[in-house]
């Protein structure tokens, strides 16, 4: 064994002795709570310290509010014209539309449908949306 031979001994998978190579696992995560610790080769009896490197990652998700603390605003709005049944889309008759306001909540961009009745003026606007609806579903 060269006594000036010289391992990796940083950020390996297996604690390596710095003097003579040997290494081993450090099968129950002893090092990594342990903090620096001090170590006698079990192959060449020399002394080396051993510090576990703990790599930190970061996990982060959204809070969402409670039912009662969405601060909603007043997002868009579609005209209801179709209802979708047994897999696939169906027009409803004039009489079952429903102009659909969406509010979003601004703390956890929950969305609330609200439905109502399309007035009068807006009947024009729904029936040029049900027609490009229906022109696309058709491609
Ligand atoms: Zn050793
Ligand atoms: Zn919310």
Known sequence: ??????????????????????????????????????????????????????????TTSRKLCENDEHEYEYDRFHFSTQDYQRGQWINLPEEKWKKVNIFKCKKCHHEDFRREEIKDEEWEQARNDANRRMASHRL
Do not use: H, L
């Open 1 to 58: 064994m060269c006594e000036d031979q010289e391992f990796d001994t940083r950020y390996q998978d297996m604690i390596v002795c710095p003097w003579c190579g040997s290494k081993w696992y450090d099968d129950d995560s002893y090092y990594a709570s342990a903090g620096t610790t001090e170590e006698t080769c079990e192959e060449c009896g020399r002394e080396f310290s051993v510090e576990a490197n703990i790599e930190v990652t970061y």
